[in-house]
T-cell receptor, first 112, second 113 residues
Framework: LAKTTQPISMDSYEGQEVNITCSHN???????ITWYQQFPSQGPRFIIQ???TKVTNEVASLFIPADRKSSTLSLPRVSLSDTAVYYC?????????????FGTGTRLTIIP | NAGVTQTPKFQVLKTGQSMTLQCAQDMNHNSMYWYRQDPGMGLRLIYY???????DKGEVPNGYNVSRLNKREFSLRLESAAPSQTSVYFC????????????FGNGTRLTVT
């Protein structure tokens, strides 16, 4: 399965747009990209999932370029409550979720 | 709609003691999972159950056993706790299929002294 690389930490001010990029150079044809958010003392929460181009929901947008070797999670107008760890996962439709690997994620800190 | 419920929330054990962590989901999901998360690290899969009646080892199964009691419940047992098992344990569930999002409980914080 594709290994992912994302920044260890990021800081941003309230009200700004935050973009977290994940690199997955050896992504395979059947792989999809999923992002989770984890607050302290809670389990991870699904944010968004995509295969190519752009996906948007009420929480975030996910941008995936044509070569799919990276993806960018975009959080519009962040607030203090967006302070969390964000995980990028790459999984294949050939297997179930048991093959997913959670790395250390990106620790996003929102500054007032 | 409670989602995934884990009990207990906190537990302290002495080395060698045993205990069972309970997990239940009310979303009619087929698949359930147990993860552990150590400080500053990502989640590692201990065991999973792709469907009722089946269980399989994940990345770090040593020292643990599981039981898929029915479709709703998936328990994790530590037969003889060790300090290395001090961690936060998360249970998750999902529909069948690789694209199905995982739904997590809020975890059990276990300390083994």
């Amino acid at each position: 399965l594709a290994k992912t690389t994302q920044p260890i930490s990021m800081d941003s001010y309230e009200g700004q747009e935050v973009n977290i990029t994940c690199s997955h150079n050896n992504i395979a044809t059947n792989d999809y990209i999923t992002w989770y958010q984890q607050f302290p003392s809670q389990g991870p929460r699904f944010i968004i999932q995509g295969y190519k181009t752009k996906v948007t929901n009420e929480v975030a947008s996910l941008f995936i370029p044509a070569d799919r070797k990276s993806s960018t999670l975009s959080l519009p107008r962040v607030s203090l409550s967006d302070t969390a760890v964000y995980y990028c996962l790459v999984g294949t439709s050939n297997f179930g979720n048991e093959k997913l690997t959670f790395g250390t994620g990106t620790r996003l800190t929102i500054i007032p | 709609n409670a989602g995934v419920t884990q009990t207990p929330k906190f537990q302290v054990l002495k080395t060698g003691q045993s205990m069972t962590l309970q997990c239940a989901q009310d979303m009619n999901h087929n698949s359930m999972y147990w993860y552990r998360q150590d400080p500053g690290m990502g989640l590692r899969l201990i065991y999973y159950s792709a469907s009722e009646g089946t269980t399989d080892k994940g990345e770090v199964p040593n020292g643990y056993n599981v039981s898929r009691l029915n479709k709703r419940e998936f328990s994790l047992r530590l037969e003889s706790a060790a300090p290395s098992q001090t961690s936060v344990y998360f249970c998750a569930s999902s529909r069948t299929g690789a694209n199905s999002p995982l739904h997590f409980g809020n975890g059990t914080r276990l300390t083994v002294t």
